[in-house]
């Protein structure tokens, strides 16, 4: 991943407003868990499109700066009640779908979503807003 692929806060915010979109098409949904922190963001905008004020957060670590850790060193602050079918799990990008996959073992029922995802994220994304290509991504919190 040599090329870097910047998003704006415009073309982001849209994007979380077309995945609301998508949400709304599959169902019904009561509660979100947001990924912290990626997640945290997008999770705050979907609870308004979506009307869904049963807000939690997950913190799951899964990067060291651009580096992402090993599975033996991935650290899960897990401290919430079971997910239903009608949880949201929100992240903002599912790269590797690393993270999604360990979040389907603690919470199997619960959609897990995300605003974008990369080709190897797919399959473990169950609504994105939009794929993107195998290159890291600079969201415009990260831009100094």
């Known amino acids: 991943m040599t090329n870097k ?24 949904f009561n509660r979100i868990i947001a990924v912290s922190r990626g997640g945290l963001l997008p999770a705050g905008i979907l609870s308004y499109e979506l009307d869904i004020r049963q807000c ?15 599975a033996e060193d991935i650290v899960v602050d897990n ?21 999604f996959q360990i979040l389907h073992k603690l919470f199997p029922e619960a959609c897990r979503v995300a605003v ?22 600079v969201f415009p919190w990260d831009i100094e």
């Open 5 to 28: 692929l910047y998003i704006s806060w415009n073309e982001f915010h849209q994007d979380v407003k077309n995945l609301a979109q998508k949400i709304k098409e599959q169902g019904n």
């Open 56 to 70: 939690e957060s997950i913190n799951i670590q899964t990067y060291d700066a651009m580096q992402q850790r090993a």
């Open 79 to 99: 401290k919430l009640e079971k997910a239903n079918a009608q949880t949201l799990i929100v992240d903002d990008l599912s790269d590797s779908g690393q993270t």
């Open 116 to 137: 974008y995802a990369k080709p190897n994220g797919k399959k473990d994304t169950n609504i994105f807003a939009r794929a993107l290509p195998d290159q890291w991504v």
